[in-house]
């Protein structure tokens, strides 16, 4: 199957231009959308809880996934980087129209797959770096490092506090930190780190 995908982030946006210009596209090229995927979303937002997610959980094999451009599978390489990589062991192609780029099964977008892992690799290198350096110069000028003394230390500061009780009952009753973590829509390392500090 060919999907068309198609992501705005807003209400004000419209998802006509990006339509229009797979449409084209697909003329040119003598393909067919067979299913259009349109969503209003941020890229930010994980693509498990997106469209894209249902769309890339049901691509398989010689399928094709079209979009104006990667910007709009996701708004950071790292994640932009995962949806490629999931696609090429499935053995879904996904063609970009204005990057020009044609990911699919061979060795032309294997080298490209590399190429973008390792700029995610420099990428996360270099925020270590910055976060580091960023670090090391608060030292230097005597300013605190790591979570403020007092008030948010205080266990009633915490945004998890007003479930206390429930968090509690949940554990005592054998629920999974995860289960909980979805109950009450954080993430679970948030819960862990409540659990382990305050409880």
């Keep these: 199957m060919t999907y068309g995908y198609i992501r705005v982030s807003s209400d004000k946006q419209t998802v006509e231009n990006q339509r229009f210009e797979i449409q084209q596209f697909c003329k040119r090229e003598g393909l067919h959308i067979d299913c259009w995927i349109e969503e209003t979303v941020s890229g930010t937002r994980p693509v498990s809880k997106r469209r894209l997610g249902r769309l890339l959980r049901h691509a398989g094999k010689d399928d094709l996934i079209i979009c104006s451009e990667l910007s709009r599978l996701g708004r950071n390489l790292f994640m932009i980087i995962d949806i490629l990589n999931y696609c090429l062991r499935r053995g879904c192609a996904v063609w970009t129209i204005k990057d020009g780029y044609r990911l699919s099964d061979d060795i032309q977008s294997k080298v490209l797959a590399f190429a973008f892992g390792l700029s995610a690799e420099i990428e996360r290198n270099l925020i270590s770096q910055r976060t580091r350096e960023a670090l090391a110069r608060k030292k230097a000028e005597g300013q605190p490092i790591g979570r403020p003394k007092g008030g948010h230390?205080?266990?009633?500061?915490?945004?998890?506090?007003?479930?206390?009780?429930?968090?509690?009952?949940?554990?005592?009753?054998?629920?999974?930190?995860?289960?909980?973590?979805?109950?009450?829509?954080?993430?679970?390392?948030?819960?862990?780190?409540?659990?382990?500090?305050?409880?």
């Design 153 to 199: 230390n205080r266990p009633e500061a915490h945004p998890l506090y007003r479930h206390k009780d429930y968090i509690l009952r949940a554990l005592a009753r054998g629920l999974s930190q995860r289960e909980i973590a979805r109950r009450l829509h954080c993430s679970r390392s948030t819960l862990r780190r409540y659990i382990l500090d305050y409880t």
